[in-house]
Nanobody, 126 residues
């Protein structure tokens, strides 16, 4: 059974940074694309970033604008998301997601991912 556990969220001021982490188990991690989505109150879950099974070819949502960086460590079965220059619009629950894929660019589409973590809350407030 695939399990994804996120950590690293918190309450920060605008302009601050956070690093999120997701630990995966129950899967052959190096065969899986990994992604981060987020969901703000009253809004649909939206794509943030994704990274291919080998750790190359990252994809980002337009609103990231160079502020976030996704990375993975296949030896430790973890994927990270560095969040810089946070603003209040980044407030959301951030979810880790995975899908088994060794071909093509990492998917941006929520429905293509078949396992999700519970999420970690990121709150940006002055």
């Amino acid at each position: 059974q695939v399990q994804l556990v996120e950590s690293g969220g918190g309450l920060v001021r605008p302009g601050a940074s956070l690093r999120l982490s997701c630990a995966a188990s129950g899967l052959t991690f190096s065969d899986h694309t990994m992604a981060w989505f987020r969901q703000a109150p009253g809004k649909e879950r939206e794509f943030v970033a994704a990274i291919s099974h080998r750790g190359d070819n990252p994809a980002y949502a337009d609103f990231v604008k160079g502020r976030f960086t996704i990375s993975r460590d296949n030896a430790k079965n973890t994927v990270g998301l560095q969040l810089n220059s946070l603003n209040v619009e980044d407030t959301a629950v951030y979810h880790c997601a995975t899908r088994r894929s060794r071909f093509g660019p990492p998917s941006r589409f929520r429905d293509t991912y078949d396992a999700w973590g519970q999420g970690t809350q990121v709150t940006v407030s002055s």
